[in-house]
């Protein structure tokens, strides 16, 4: 009966590790999704940037 009763403790321990994998996956997909709008942020930073130069350098 020990083992039965170790071996339920050890599953439940696995699904509550499984479960905090998981809820991770979903904060690393987040993060992946925050850096991509950051990156096309700059981008947009980055060509106005650009474009006041080539202004300024024709004005």
Known sequence: MGGKKELEIEEREMKEIDGR????????????????????MLGIVRGIGEERNLLWLKG
């Open 21 to 40: 994998m998981r809820k991770i996956e979903r904060e690393i997909k987040g993060l992946e999704e925050m850096g991509k709008e950051i990156e096309e």
